[in-house]
């Protein structure tokens, strides 16, 4: 039976981990950090404070007076730690460039968690100050008494932009300080992102056993960790360590980074079993499925299909055009008895069961509605080929719709396969963008991604399910099997445009073959009779005309919210669905006052860059590298990109 958290952590040597508030020494930790600013402007007279107090609240004046008066600042307190300390845990910056000019000694361990000011500041989240020691010096790669590094104190506590920062500088890895304090021969050398602390734990492990959201797994993960390294104690992997911790949410961010879901401990354990001793429902489906994608638990003649991911989405595409056609097959045979059809029907659902347990994996999401998509398209240009063509006009039917065909496949190709407005770095660039937004005081979540490691353009969002930063990203269409956003955005307009009519011209093929071919008429009969009759008379046309109908209405719904939302609004849906996340926007509970609605004309003129012969002259932004907004005051709603 496994051992409980804490017997793991008493194994490995660790120190319970502590919150912030629980730091020591902390003799005047609550009172200098938290309490500070609510207390600062109700007292005037500091005269009679000494240095700590001094310090904490960051009352400069006060500490420089001391200071002058000889105080020295690299004398520590009763606890053993210096001002230097007391002014990075309460980010006091103008205290610390100036006790380092006064001599304070940058890297002093101090404390009984024996630690530098940069691991105090570290464990606080405060980005400016690491910053500010790390110009003057501090080494990131020092180990405090509980044996990690800066990096696994910042995973530990889930201040991504720590991480992100100590990763882009390429110090968190200092093989000489760590090899100094203990000896790790069996260890393979670790590059920065997998630099093991004294007690064998990588900062990946530390952020799977400890942060319950997706970064900073989700940054690490993208920095190419060894996501399958076991710790030097019991040889589990962070998925190990997630399943421990019930980290549901790091747990599919492994899954889907290729964790290892056989990888065995020290005991012989792997993640599936420590979830099943835990008897969590979630983790044992969860690692179960991981496991049958992979074909782990299939026989041997279904494992190498399972395995092959590029088998396992040609099955989900095609899925639907088999089930399309066996649906209308089945309908259309010459058999009197709805009993033997039903069971036939019941056929078809085993097989489409057998299929998606077998081969079907998360993408089935995305790739599914395409499949859907493109066999319904494909049957119905089967059904107009073979079953119109002799019975309707070619110059007046077939020509308009072979025309609008054309528009409609080179459209969708373009909205398919080219680039929406991928947001593209290289390596040095994301490392550099990094370092930069944090030197200046700006990486922030809401303008820095951490999974793409990029400085997000103004319109930009990064798709989850394509894993990618869009520029003016609208949504990501299922039906395309692509974003859309500033790359293709007008041709999936032009794709909505030639999909309707190419509907409405299956639409209109139905009801003439019912005219030529089957002995009723609405008229005559009624609605009911009329459908019951048509419906017998070929049930294959039936089937294609109710596929015609479901598509005509979502086609229809969102061609019109599309030119409502360009024309009148001037923003994507992302922008009207998120709109209160996004400070340029003003918005009521009736309205959304966009900076890039210009009035319909000018809107639709600027979208689809219509220039009819130089009539018109649209403003073409490139969104992939506008970042700010500056408006303009004059006339309030304009604005200018810089």
């Not at 991911?309 to 649906?327: H, S, Y």
């Not at 089967?382 to 719709?401: C, E, G, R």
């Not at 009759?533 to 109908?549: D, E, G, K, R």
């Amino acid at each position: 039976m496994a051992a409980p958290l804490e017997e793991y952590e008493k194994e490995a040597g660790c120190v319970p981990i502590l919150h912030p508030e629980e730091i020591k020494p902390q003799s005047h930790y609550n009172h200098g950090y938290s309490e500070s600013l609510g207390r600062k402007s109700h007292i005037d007279d500091y005269s009679t404070w000494d240095i700590v107090k001094a310090t904490q609240y960051g009352i400069y004046e006060r500490c420089r007076e001391l200071v002058e008066a000889g105080y020295d600042v690299r004398q520590p307190d009763k606890e053993n730690v210096t001002l230097l300390h007391w002014a990075a845990i309460n980010n006091r910056i103008d205290l610390v460039k100036y006790y380092i000019s006064k001599g304070a000694i940058v890297d002093q361990l101090g404390g009984d968690l024996n630690s530098t000011p940069l691991h105090w500041a570290t464990r606080q989240g405060h980005l400016s100050m690491v910053v500010q020691l790390m110009k003057y010096g501090a080494d990131p790669s020092l180990i405090d008494g509980e044996g990690c590094s800066c990096i696994h104190l910042a995973a530990q506590f889930g201040h991504t932009s720590i991480v992100a920062y100590l990763i882009a500088k390429g110090q968190s890895w200092n093989p000489t300080s760590v090899l100094l304090l203990h000896s790790l021969p069996e260890l393979p050398q670790p590059t920065d992102v997998d630099m093991m602390d004294q007690n064998g734990m990588t900062p990946l492990m530390w952020a799977a056993y400890r942060t319950h959201s997706v970064d900073p797994t989700r940054l690490l993960l993208t920095f190419n960790v060894s996501v399958n390294l076991g710790d030097k104690y019991h040889k589990n992997t962070a998925l190990h360590w997630a399943v421990l911790a019930g980290n549901t949410t790091v747990i599919s961010l492994l899954l889907e980074a290729g964790a290892n879901v056989d990888a065995q401990n020290i005991k012989g354990e792997s993640p599936l079993d420590l979830a099943k001793q835990r008897k969590n429902v979630w983790m044992i489906n969860h690692l179960q499925e991981a496991r049958q994608a992979k074909g782990y638990d299939s026989p041997s003649f279904l494992r190498k299909l399972k395995a092959d991911k590029e088998f396992r989405q040609k099955v989900m595409l095609g899925t639907p055009f088999l089930v399309i056609w066996l649906v209308g097959f089945i309908a259309d045979l010459d058999i009197d008895s709805w009993l033997i059809k039903g069971l036939m029907y019941g056929g078809v659902w085993a097989m489409v069961q057998f299929l998606s347990k077998s081969f079907f994996d998360h993408s089935m999401h995305s790739a599914l509605p395409l499949g859907i998509y493109l066999a319904t398209k494909f049957w119905m240009y089967v059904t107009w080929f073979f079953w119109f063509w002799n019975d309707l006009n070619f110059f007046f039917i077939h020509l308009p719709f072979l025309a609008n065909s054309v528009a409609l496949f080179y459209n969708f190709g373009k909205s398919w396969k080219s680039d929406p407005g991928i947001i593209k770095a290289t390596e040095e660039q994301k490392k550099k963008t990094i370092v930069e937004l944090a030197e200046t005081g700006s990486l922030d979540l809401s303008i820095f991604c951490s999974t793409c490691l990029i400085r997000k353009p103004v319109r930009s969002k990064h798709c989850g399910v394509c894993n990618r930063c869009i520029a003016k990203f609208d949504h990501h269409c299922p039906w395309v099997g692509n974003c859309v956003g500033a790359g293709n955005h007008r041709y999936f307009m032009g794709y909505l445009f030639f999909l309707l009519f190419m509907i409405c011209w299956m639409i209109y093929g139905c009801i003439s073959y019912w005219g030529f071919h089957c002995e009723t008429s609405y008229a005559k009969d009624g609605f009911w009779t009329y459908i019951t009759q048509i419906a017998t008379c070929s049930p294959w046309m039936f089937w294609m005309f109710l596929n015609s109908v479901f598509h005509f209405m979502w086609v229809a719904v969102l061609l019109m919210c599309q030119m409502y939302q360009i024309s009148c609004l001037g923003i994507t849906t992302n922008e009207r669905m998120n709109a209160r996340r996004y400070k340029h926007f003003k918005v009521t509970t009736t309205s959304i006052e966009s900076p890039f609605n210009h009035g319909c004309i000018r809107n639709i003129i600027d979208f689809f860059e219509f220039r009819c012969c130089g009539l018109f002259r649209p403003v073409i932004v490139d969104w992939t590298r506008q970042y700010t907004i500056e408006y303009d005051q004059t006339s309030g709603s304009g604005y200018q990109l810089v």
